[in-house]
């Protein structure tokens, strides 16, 4: 089976000629390179089957350049399906770190986050530990910290309004608030989401989260059930996040994506986006600078 490596570069990197040329010469390219993106993001077909060996090789070529790099068969390139996680992915905060700051904990909590997206705390005790820690903050504080606290990862809107363009769909999968992730959903094209629901008497967080508590399983139940619904291949599926809670979806789907991600996610995903934003999932799949759809 053929092989595809798309070099990819970022905001702040260039990919250059020189580079593709090195990678090309290095994992002996029998093909022109084709650019999707003229100084961006570039593939190079490959007669070989060893990804890790032509990985080893290219990133060796790179040096230290910030260039991500993904080797993946040339079946089923273009994806049918996304499921993405929300904090740290869709969108550049922890949304339950922001939320702590507004009563002075964000070190204390932010700590666990960290230990739990690491895979050294099981998800749901964590959530719970770092949510009675709310307990008290008012209600409305949620809204403020949306408006004036988080941000989307930039990228977000052109892969889901160019996925949808092309008849895929894109599910918000999150280990996080239905609070935030109704809002990022609407915001950056999502069909759907899910995520945790924080509990709320007399206009206050109680400290509580209903259950049962939507981590790992949840994720890849969402994946499933979805694929399902969609008579989907697995093949034909995209699962991106950051942290261990994403590990079995990254793992089931046809193409698990680590982004910006913890080491133990780095590790067991097939694809890492180390260095751009969320558009390169779209380089990824083969689509072109013409394909994409800009947005606002």
């Known amino acids: 089976m053929s092989q595809i490596l798309t070099l990819i570069g970022s905001k702040n990197t260039d990919l250059t000629q020189s580079q593709v040329q090195a990678v090309a010469q290095a994992v002996g390219a029998p093909h022109a390179p084709d650019w999707l993106k003229p100084g961006h993001a570039c593939d190079l077909a490959l007669d070989t089957t060893d990804r890790e060996t032509v990985l080893d090789k290219a990133r060796k070529a790179l040096g230290s350049a910030a260039i991500d790099v993904v080797v993946q068969p040339t079946g089923h390139r273009r994806k049918k399906l996304l499921i993405a996680d929300m904090d740290s992915t869709v969108i550049e905060q922890e949304c339950i770190d922001e939320l702590a700051d507004a009563l002075g904990l964000r070190d204390a909590i932010s700590?666990?986050?960290?230990?739990?997206?690491?895979?050294?705390?099981?998800?749901?005790?964590?959530?719970?530990?770092?949510?009675?820690?709310?307990?008290?903050?008012?209600e409305t504080e949620l809204q403020r910290v949306y408006d004036t606290q988080i941000t989307e990862m930039p990228g977000g809107r052109a892969l889901c309004a160019t996925m949808k363009k092309h008849g895929g769909t894109c599910a918000l999968v999150s280990g996080g608030f239905t609070f935030f992730t109704s809002r990022i959903a609407a915001a950056v094209?999502?069909?759907?989401?899910?995520?945790?629901?924080?509990m709320v008497a007399d206009g206050r967080l109680t400290g509580e989260v209903a259950e049962p508590i939507l981590g790992r399983e949840a994720k890849l139940t969402a994946l499933k059930?979805?694929?399902?619904?969609?008579?989907?291949?697995?093949?034909?599926?995209m699962a991106v996040g950051d942290g261990a809670n994403d590990l079995a979806m990254i793992g089931e789907a046809g193409l698990g994506v680590a982004f910006h991600a913890k080491p133990i996610v780095g590790k067991a995903a097939a694809a890492q986006v180390n260095h751009g934003d969320l558009s390169a999932l779209l380089y990824i799949q083969g689509y072109r600078v013409d394909d994409i759809v800009t947005t606002s």
């Open 111 to 138: 700590t666990i986050t960290e230990r739990a997206m690491r895979g050294e705390l099981e998800f749901a005790p964590a959530l719970r530990e770092r949510v009675a820690l709310l307990k008290g903050l008012a």
């Open 189 to 198: 094209g999502f069909t759907s989401n899910q995520a945790n629901t924080l």
């Open 225 to 237: 059930k979805l694929s399902k619904e969609l008579n989907l291949d697995p093949l034909e599926t």
